[in-house]
Structures are given as structure tokens and as C-alpha cells.
């Protein structure tokens, strides 16, 4: 059998170069063009604030969560991937918020001033923020596809939320309902007597930081689940902050109506629905901790699609068998 050698090589050489240009190619496509994704996302929502936690010290950690009062988180997000290790997105979430004292589980420690204190609040939650995404695992994979592959991630981005602490008020008439907290300044804000005081935002800057993994069920489809943290830039997301005031001042700077709602909501010992509240504070007399803000996280199980990448676009080419 006669064999043409150099036909053989220039089909080699052919092969070669193709097979280096494809892989060349498809990495480009996937880490200069950018993939793009989007998603869905939903799980519980957590509030560390001032008001319940558990025993001791309030803090903003784990330990002073009160599952009753758990949430559900919902949004949605877009992620552009100009590398496979490193992409950016942007969400939008909705969520609630809620912190209740009477939640507290007393023994005998610092938690019991709390307790008392009988505080209670809810608010929505709306939030927008863009991060950036880095999944340090990619460096050990192999161009082979997505489909069932773990990848691991950290984010971490900044944002805004809204928000709107309400508290329950309890009418004479044995109605009750939920009302706006900030227009009552039931810790002075505003009041020339309280000149470092001022009117608190309803809407924060905030940094979240996080950790997820994602599996791949097919090649443009994973689902994944999230711990995100939010540091916030307010200690107002349940209303509470600094110390006492006077409580005659609401009656100087409120109308009456608010006036008689301040007067109940702003602190609520012994507080009993319908009937007024005869225990008084002491003037100055810390009810919240200014050192330290408010935050909230999230557990959110994700599932995303990547909309332009083609199954197999990154398994490897290979050249056709002679015999």
C-alpha cells in the first residue's frame, strides 16, 4: 500500500492547529466575550437589631436570632462573567423584617432589660446591589462542559435598602394597627432638645458579603444556595438606637393624635392592650445600642441559566482517527 507522507503531515499540522484554535476560541468566547446569566432566588431572612435576640448582651450574631420571626427573601439577578473565575452581578430583592422583645427567653442575664422594655416592630424590605463574584475553584477544572460540576464562590458588593419600621398601636376602642415609626421620633430626632438627633433615613447604604456554591444540572442550568450577610449604615431599621427622652416633649412637637401614640409605643413595660401605660422609663435610661448597627442575612437557594452558551461549547476537540 502506498502511503503519501506529506499529505499525511499537512493533515496533522491541520488538525493541530484547528484543535488549538477551537480550544482557543471557545476559551475567548468564555472568558473576553463574557456569558451572560440570570436567575431566581428565594429563602429565609434574618433581622439582628436592638429589638429580641436571646440571652445576655444583644449583639448582631447568630446567637440573637428568634426563628419565630423568620422571613422569606425573594429576587431576582444578573451576572456577566467576562471570566469564568470572576463575575459581576446585580439583584433586586424583597423581603420583611421583624424584631419582638417578647420573643426574648429570659435567664436571668443582661437580656432581661429587653424583655421588659416590650418592643415590637415590622418592616419591608427592598433592596439593590451589585457585586462582584469570585470562584477560585475554577482554576482547578477542567474544559469539559458545566454539567454537574461544583463551583464554589465568595461576593461581596455594595447596595441600598429601604425600609419602614412599624409598631403595633392599641386604640382605646380595642383596635389595633400597625404605624409608622419615624414620623412619631420617639427618641427625640428632630427635637431641639435632642440637637445631635436628626431625622433618620428610610433607606441605607449597605455592604453585603457572602458565600454560595452552585451545581450544574445541565450545561446552562445550576441550581445553588447563598449565606449573605448585610453591614448596614443605620441603626434604625427597628427604630430603637440611644436613650430615653422625656416623654412631655411628644405632646410639645406631635399632634395629639401622635402624641398618644408616641406615648404608648415608646416603650411598653407591663403593657397591657386598651389601657394606658403607667410605667415610665427613667430620663436618659439606655433603650437601644448606638455602638453597633443594624443588619440582616439571608439563606437563599438559587437556580440560574446562562442564556448564550452552547452545551458542549467547552469540551475539548479532538482529532478524527486514521486507520
Known amino acids: ?128 446591589y451589585a457585586a462582584i463574584e469570585i470562584a477560585p475553584t475554577v482554576f482547578l477544572e477542567k474544559y469539559d462542559g458545566f454539567l454537574g460540576k461544583i463551583r464554589p464562590y465568595g461576593v461581596a458588593g455594595v447596595g441600598i435598602f429601604k425600609f419602614n419600621p412599624k409598631g403595633k398601636y392599641y386604640a382605646p376602642d380595642g383596635t389595633s394597627r400597625w404605624v409608622d415609626l419615624q414620623p412619631l421620633h420617639l427618641e427625640g430626632q428632630g427635637f431641639a432638645e435632642y440637637p445631635d438627633r436628626k431625622p433618620y433615613k428610610l433607606s441605607s447604604l449597605e455592604i453585603p458579603l457572602g458565600v454560595g456554591v452552585k451545581y450544574y444540572i445541565k450545561e446552562n442550568m445550576y441550581i445553588g444556595f447563598e449565606v449573605m450577610h448585610r453591614k448596614s449604615f443605620t441603626d434604625y431599621v427597628d427604630d430603637v438606637s440611644t436613650t430615653y427622652i422625656d416623654n412631655t416633649l411628644f405632646a410639645k412637637y406631635l399632634t395629639p393624635q401622635q402624641a398618644t401614640m408616641a406615648n404608648q409605643l415608646y416603650y411598653r413595660e407591663g403593657f397591657v392592650p386598651y389601657q394606658p401605660n403607667s410605667n415610665r422609663p427613667s430620663l436618659n435610661e439606655q433603650r437601644g445600642n448606638p455602638k453597633q448597627n443594624d443588619s440582616f442575612f439571608s439563606s437563599i437557594f438559587r437556580m440560574g441559566w446562562r442564556l448564550n452558551t452552547m452545551p458542549g461549547e467547552l469540551k475539548q476537540m479532538r482529532c478524527p482517527a486514521y486507520y
Not at 499529505?7 to 477551537?22: E, K, N, Y
Not at 440573637?64 to 427573601?73: I, Q, R
Open 1 to 128: 500500500m502506498r502511503t503519501i507522507v506529506p499529505g499525511v503531515r499537512t493533515l496533522v499540522l491541520i488538525c493541530l492547529f484547528s484543535t488549538l484554535g477551537l480550544r482557543s476560541f471557545s476559551q475567548s468566547i468564555t472568558t473576553a466575550n463574557g456569558r451572560l446569566e440570570v436567575g431566581l432566588g428565594i429563602g429565609p431572612l434574618f433581622f439582628l437589631g436592638d429589638l429580641g435576640g436571646n440571652h445576655g448582651v444583644g449583639t448582631r450574631f447568630i446567637k440573637d436570632v428568634n426563628l419565630p420571626v423568620t422571613n422569606l427573601a425573594k429576587g431576582i439577578f444578573v451576572n456577566i462573567y467576562p471570566a469564568e473565575w470572576l463575575g459581576f452581578r446585580v439583584a433586586l430583592n424583597q423581603g420583611k423584617l421583624e424584631g419582638y422583645d417578647s420573643l426574648i427567653n429570659v435567664k436571668g442575664g443582661e437580656e432581661i432589660y429587653r424583655k421588659v422594655r416590650n418592643l415590637e416592630f415590622q418592616s419591608p424590605l427592598w433592596e439593590a
